[in-house]
């Protein structure tokens, strides 16, 4: 391992910020904005809500946008920290968390879809207003199905990360462990999910992911106030023999 450079630690301190932010900006849109809208089993009723509160709703969409942004700053810096550990690691694990930002941007357009199906377009009036919510609710429960095929992709760049944190002694051995196990459990969680879709009855959905966002947030607090720990720190002995 090479010393850490001022780029390195510029980018710790960016992907910190960056990883908080994006946590942040997840639930604030999900579980603040739009929760709320969504009334399980009436697809009229969320409909109507939407219509009631376009404003809430396209402030979701930005949210999601701003997300799929902030995932691609945080890449980035991850990639500029850790290529020296492993250029071709870290270059994968970046390609794998674009693709999960990509997939985001999906979400964005199944929205906007969601609002044009509830407009007043005159192409819109040749549909019953009862099927024209029933296919809006269904373009925002699409938002699940991206969420879950990116999943995968998260759980694989997080896992090289994890593995890329463990091998640089640049955060504790520990945390980096946690990340180890807590990323590759999501990402068998979720290929197990695909194709079994009832697998979230024996395992909660939320448990798939929740081991390995508490260890990003982790990593990011990590970053930002304590910043890269110089390679040898974790090798004083070694050094000394």
């Known amino acids: 391992m090479t010393s850490i450079d001022n780029s390195q630690r510029t980018a710790a301190k960016v992907a ?11 639930v604030f849109a ?9 009334v399980p089993g009436n697809a009229a009723e969320t409909g109507r809500n939407i219509v009631a509160h376009q404003l809430q709703f396209r402030v979701v969409v930005i949210c999601f946008l701003t997300y799929s942004a902030t995932v691609v700053v945080l890449l ?13 690691l870290a270059l994968v ?19 906007l879809g969601a609002l044009r199906l509830l407009g007043s377009a005159p192409y819109l009036q040749v549909f019953e207003a009862d099927r024209l919510q029933a296919l809006a609710r269904l373009n925002v429960a ?29 955060i504790p051995k520990a945390l980096a462990a946690f990340g180890v196990i807590a990323s590759a459990w999501c990402v068998i969680c979720a290929f197990v999910f695909l194709v079994f879709p009832s697998f979230n009855k024996v395992v909660n959905d939320y448990w798939f992911d929740s081991p390995m966002a508490l260890f990003e947030i982790a990593v990011s607090f990590w970053l930002l106030f304590r910043g890269l720990r110089p390679p040898e720190v974790a090798e004083p002995i070694r050094a000394r023999s």
Not at 30 to 38: C, D, E, G, K, R
Not at 77 to 84: D, E, G, S, T
Not at 100 to 109: C, P, R
Not at 158 to 166: E, F, K, N, Q, V
């Open 93 to 111: 694990g970046a390609l794998f968390r674009l693709v999960f930002a990509l997939l985001w941007l999906l979400s964005t357009l199944n929205m």
């Open 16 to 26: 910190g910020v960056s990883g908080l932010l994006a946590v942040a900006i997840v």
């Open 142 to 170: 699409a938002n699940f199905d991206d969420y879950y095929l990116g999943l995968p992709f998260f759980g694989l760049a997080a896992t090289i990360c994890a593995y890329l944190w463990l091998k640089s002694n640049y």
């Open 76 to 88: 980035t810096a991850l990639y500029v920290v850790l290529k020296p550990v492993n250029q071709g």
């Open 30 to 38: 999900n579980y603040v904005l739009l929760s709320p809208l969504i």
